[in-house]
């Protein structure tokens, strides 16, 4: 059972396509935990880029269809506007024939109504004894004269009746087929309007979707970030423990204490701190956040929880009056009354004290006074392993 201070966070939170986190490894983690973890975030890596190809694949498709739908649409606009201009154009064409064949219907009324009083004119003339000796035509050369003239009239009347009636004929044929080109061309244009509106909506569709997509887009892009990220953390951290356990190989056998943690020391005893007068009653040695800290000799734990100055601490005690402290921890993995062996993963690097720095505090204590680690633990600066 481990022990953790509030609000602390694992080292690591590696974001995945479930938006789960991968947790540190378990106690007494070692290198090939951190490589499995590195690789699983290597497939994740994989597949994050191989969503992105995917998805920038259908996003430049769904643009050139977008585009294609984009002209066919300006283009059905042109024709729409070139049908409005010849439609229009043939009303005034089929205006213009309306008058003309008004105009041609009243002329052949006109002639119609002259070669009717014409007609009738001759009619009583022949009729009319009275009428023709007015007209002194009893003469039958003279009548028969007066006969022809008015039937020459009379023909001519006819003929010009049978050319207006055939003008009016083509006249109002011509209108006809000009109402009949017109509503032709209306056709074509709903038809072309309709087809607009079709495009439209398959425009619409497909810029919703574009927009969809690209937001998929970038959040697959930061998540690959975030995995590559991680996993550069991952690396360095792998890196750290080979070059622990690359040390341990050369570990001191003279019997000294080894080493909680392999790091750099940044504070040895006796040092001044760097506010006030007071001195290090231990050593401080710098190391990454989450970097397992391991106990240098059997022992018991005596107190396993946040201590002030100390930060998350856990002290062991191994008889005979002597102690050992481990500070500023960011997680601890026994609880009090609890036995551990050296080499036991017993905290993981932190910087939950004062000191605003990832690292170890680790001070050795005898009979309830600090004395200096450095002449108790190893000259090889190796951890202790199980």
């Known amino acids: 059972m481990s022990l953790k201070r509030s609000g602390t966070k694992f080292l690591f939170c590696l974001i995945v396509a479930t938006a789960s986190c991968l947790p540190l490894s378990a106690p007494n983690a070692n290198t090939s935990a951190y490589e499995r973890q590195i690789n699983e975030v290597d497939e994740r890596i994989k597949v994050s880029r191989d969503t992105i190809r995917s998805k920038e694949s259908e996003q430049a498709s769904l643009q050139r269809l977008l585009n294609n739908y984009n002209s066919q649409i300006e283009a059905v606009r042109k024709q729409r506007s070139t049908l409005k201009g010849k439609i229009g154009n043939l009303q005034i064409t089929k205006d213009q024939g309306t008058a003309k064949s008004d105009s041609l219907r009243q002329g052949v009324l006109s002639r119609n109504q002259t070669l009717s009083a014409h007609l009738s004119a001759m009619y009583r003339t022949g009729r009319n004894p009275q009428l023709r000796t007015i007209l002194s035509i009893d003469d039958p050369s003279a009548s028969s004269r007066m006969l022809r003239y008015y039937q020459k009239v009379a023909q001519h009347r006819v003929k010009e009746m049978q050319v207006a009636q055939e003008s009016l004929g083509k006249a109002i044929n011509a209108v006809t087929l000009t109402a009949e080109q017109q509503s032709q061309l209306q056709l074509e244009r709903d038809a072309l309007q309709a087809r607009e509106q079709e495009l439209s909506k398959l425009s619409k569709k497909r810029s919703t979707l574009l927009s969809k997509i690209g937001t998929t887009l970038s959040s697959e892009q930061s998540r690959l970030s975030e995995l590559q990220s991680d996993k550069i953390k991952l690396q360095a951290l792998v890196d750290d423990l080979r070059q622990q356990e690359k ?37 401080m040695i710098d190391a990454l956040k989450g970097l397992p800290v391991v106990a240098v000799h059997e022992g018991e734990v005596v107190y396993a929880e946040w201590l002030r100055g100390f930060g998350l601490l856990i002290i062991l005690d191994h008889g005979n009056d002597m102690m050992s402290l481990y500070g500023n921890n960011d997680e601890l993995m026994y609880n009090v009354g609890e036995t551990v062996l050296p080499g036991d993963t017993i905290a993981t690097v932190g910087d939950s004290s004062s000191l605003n720095q990832s690292g170890l505090y680790f001070e050795l204590r005898k009979d309830g006074n600090p004395i200096d680690p450095m002449g108790l633990l190893s000259t090889n600066v190796v951890a202790a392993k199980r």
Not at 257 to 283: M, R
């Open 247 to 283: 040390v341990a190989e050369a570990r001191s056998k003279d019997g000294s204490l080894p080493w909680p943690l392999v790091g750099n020391i940044s504070a040895q005893f006796g040092d001044l701190k760097a506010q006030g007068n007071a001195k290090w009653a231990g050593i």
